[in-house]
């Protein structure tokens, strides 16, 4: 059997298991299932789930590739997240359920103003349709030579088909469904990477005893930069940088948030953040080791050859000297990771766009509320299909860099929103909200283009969603008023 039939199989396979959990967990589904799981999720099923939801295709692909030029500096950010999460929990996770809210973004709204929450739900669309469409366009890229193209498919058609397949599993019962499935995609995910690092290490006829030494002797094994606060891998804008991004990524995406929330209590909730990101530490570090390991299986098979990045992964487990399984391990691992994500991502787009843009729960009764969400649903599967294709038409990277640093902007008003809120008892304009909104972010455009002018070559990376923040904050500070008006 050829390659691209082999991948196919394996793809088909992984499919069918999954619709048959999806089918399970979600043939009685009703809008509360979808939206929220209905509040029946066992804190460690939630955990398990967070963590294939957090992984993506392109952190599948990239974080072992990026080891190359990197090192492990990503752990300290890592260790940045699980202080992130552990402020989740404490702050936000307890506030979320006290208000009872079905999207997090109805906080804005009882705080300040529908016009405030719209405009968070928009920030949010807006990331995550374009975040999860570029994520999941990397996954597709990497399919086409070796699956569609053998086969004749034209780009297009793959991605319809497979964006289909996400939209069937996740259709129905949304949150509840996606619970489940994650904790398969969580497995093979994780099994997959043990797998890939015992099957190299085998080929490098490396044993237990011998693997330590190999990695920590390794120049892309370096964890922690202390020396030079100028470079993008200092140790404390790294783990700044990841405490702020977890709290707004995850702590006010409402896609990672639904997960939680989908928990039966606060506490159960609380519990699922904290371990999640604890377990995320281990889970990262088997890919930075995966990444060493591949560097010097390259290094060893294909000295002339120049592999790094993105193109390393496939490369060294699609070699002639590996079995098949070896193959089949990695694009379980890659359909995991990727499929993950982009699901997720639809059920927390149809929720925020029917809850917080539609208002649709207020309005329409069970049945025509279920229809709504089924079509919104439906349209957001067609609109990131769209959007994945564009991207591949214009077959520019950097209209991809482009993408990544969009949510790095549109984090940063979110952030500022919900800290301004939580820290100041003052009202502000609400229609004045989507002004401060925009105008932060080109703000913030503006100085980081010329930090390096402006303050002796100071470089802003990843704490330009902390100034975004601030500067936000400071916006909504401007526009508050002194009275409630009652």
């Known amino acids: 059997m050829s390659t691209p039939w082999i991948i196919l199989t394996t793809i088909a396979c992984y499919f069918a298991l999954l619709l048959l959990l999806s089918w399970i967990r979600g043939r009685k589904a009703d809008n509360a299932a979808f939206f929220t799981g209905g509040r029946g999720s066992s804190w460690g099923m939630a955990t398990l789930a967070m963590i294939g939801a957090t992984i993506s295709g392109v952190t599948f692909i990239s974080v072992p590739g990026a080891v190359g030029t990197g090192g492990y500096a990503y752990m300290q950010m890592v260790l940045g997240f699980f202080v992130g999460a552990v402020v989740v929990a404490l702050v936000l996770i307890p506030l979320f ?11 804005l709204e009882q705080r300040f103003g529908g016009t405030s929450c719209r405009t968070g739900a928009w920030i949010f669309f807006v990331s995550k349709m374009l975040g999860a469409s570029v994520r999941f366009f990397v996954v597709c890229a990497v399919l086409q030579p070796l699956v569609f193209e053998p086969l004749h498919i034209p780009f297009a058609v793959g991605v319809i088909l497979t964006v289909a397949l996400i939209w069937l599993y996740s259709f129905r019962g949304g949150v509840k469904s996606m619970i489940g499935t994650d904790v398969l995609k969580t497995v093979c995910l994780v099994a997959s990477v043990v797998c890939c690092i015992g099957y190299i290490a085998h080929g490098l006829h490396l044993n237990t005893t011998d693997l330590p030494s190999v990695i920590a002797h390794h120049p892309t ?3 922690f930069f202390w020396d030079h606060p100028e470079d993008g891998r200092y140790f404390w804008k790294q783990f700044l940088a990841g405490i702020f991004l977890m709290i707004a990524t995850t702590g006010l995406d409402q896609d990672l948030m639904q997960r939680t929330l989908s928990c039966r209590n606060p506490r159960d909730a609380q519990k699922n953040m904290v371990l999640s990101a604890f377990i995320q530490i281990f889970v990262i570090g088997l890919f930075l080791v995966l990444g060493t390991l591949l560097y ?4 060893a098979r294909f000295p002339e050859e120049e592999i790094a990045g993105d193109a390393l992964f496939g490369r060294v487990v699609w070699d002639v000297e590996f079995p098949v399984a070896v193959g089949i391990v990695f694009i379980v691992g ?6 993950s994500a982009a699901g997720s991502a639809l059920t927390a787009l149809t929720t925020s766009f029917t809850v917080d843009i539609l208002k649709a729960d207020r309005t329409q009764g069970e049945r025509d509320l279920a229809l709504t969400r089924r079509l ?13 294709v564009v991207f591949y038409e214009l077959n520019n990277d950097s209209a991809i860099n482009a993408v990544y640093n969009l949510a790095a902007y549109t984090y940063g008003p979110l952030l500022g929103m919900f800290c301004y809120g939580l820290a100041c008892r003052r009202p502000v304009r609400d229609r004045w909200v989507p002004v401060v909104a925009v105008l932060s972010p080109l703000l913030c455009y503006i100085l980081q283009r010329n930090s390096e002018n402006w303050f002796g070559g100071w470089q802003i990376s990843f704490e330009l969603l902390i100034i975004n923040a601030a500067v936000t904050a400071i916006g909504l500070a401007f526009i508050s008023r002194k009275h409630i008006n009652h």
């Open 97 to 107: 359920y006290r208000m009872n809210l079905t999207s997090i973004y109805g906080y």
């Open 221 to 223: 094994s370096q964890i």
């Open 296 to 299: 010097v299986y390259a290094e």
């Open 334 to 339: 890659l359909i995991s990771a990727a499929y």
């Open 376 to 388: 919104v649903h439906m349209v957001m599967s067609l609109l990131m299909a769209l959007v994945i």
